[in-house]
């Protein structure tokens, strides 16, 4: 089993930038790709951005691509999402993922509880 403490939301000025942070603990973290999903109102939980295990490959949505970072500290069991220049449309639940498949943007069934995200203009 795993779990996953998500943490670093909050409001967000359009053009500024934010950093999410994932710890995890139960499994070897090290040993696991990872990935950020999000989850606006109304809308389906989508793909973000994801990591290999041991950090050299990142996979990204169209839409964050070239404004998001996703990072990984495997000694402190952490991932992180570093958003720079956010927009309205960002404005959503962040959820961490253990187990992401980055090539296919799919998920595992271990996720974390969340962290909201608002972006004002």
């Known amino acids: 089993q795993v779990q996953l403490v998500e943490s670093g939301g909050g409001l967000a000025q359009a053009g500024g930038s934010l950093r999410l942070s994932c710890a995890a603990s139960?499994?070897?973290?090290?040993?696991?790709?990872m990935g950020w999903f999000r989850q606006a109102p109304g809308k389906e939980r989508e793909f973000v951005a994801a990591i290999s295990w041991r950090g050299s490959v990142k996979y990204y949505a169209d839409s964050v691509k070239g404004r998001f970072t996703i990072s990984r500290d495997n000694a402190k069991n952490t991932v992180y999402l570093q958003m720079n220049s956010p927009k309205a449309e960002d404005k959503a639940g962040y959820y961490c993922n253990s187990g992401t498949c980055g090539a296919t943007h799919s998920s595992s069934d271990y996720w974390g509880q969340g962290t909201q995200v608002t972006v004002s203009s």
């Open positions: 139960g499994r070897t973290f090290a040993s696991y790709a």
